[in-house]
Nanobody, 125 residues
Framework: VQLQASGGGLVQAGDSLRLSCAAS????????WGWFRQPPGKEREFVGA????????MYAASVEGRFTISRDNAKNTVYLQMNSLKPEDTAVYYC???????????????????WGQGTQVTVSS
């Protein structure tokens, strides 16, 4: 199983970025997917998650209304569109797969099976 996250970079406050997570070695369509981030010197935190069908998503309060998760089952890829970026969004961003089918727990890292290697996002003020 390989989850390849990409799309990070250095941007200014107010800019946008789209992260991608390409998955291989697992049946992409039967997983829900989540994004987490780890700011410098802090613990990993939940960003958002998308359901198997893609019809529903949940977000952390800190990113609600600015970030959007989507998925393309044909491309085995999940995306994180990040708009109106703030310096406090600076972190390493990780994608992860969830096979538990427990929507109420998708904000918890423990329910995720596989993790990508992370991609750095740095937002300057």
């Amino acid at each position: 199983v390989q989850l390849q996250a990409s799309g990070g970079g250095l941007v200014q406050a107010g800019d946008s970025l789209r992260l991608s997570c390409a998955a291989s070695g697992l049946p992409f369509s039967i997983y829900a997917w989540g994004w987490f981030r780890q700011p410098p010197g802090k613990e990993r935190e939940f960003v958002g998650a998308i359901s198997l069908s893609g019809a529903s998503a949940m977000y952390a309060a800190s990113v609600e209304g600015r970030f959007t998760i989507s998925r393309d089952n044909a491309k085995n890829t999940v995306y994180l569109q990040m708009n109106s970026l703030k310096p406090e969004d600076t972190a390493v961003y990780y994608c992860a797969s969830d096979s538990t089918k427990m929507p109420g727990r998708r904000n918890q890292p423990s329910v995720y099976d596989y993790w990508g290697q992370g991609t750095q996002v740095t937002v300057s003020s």
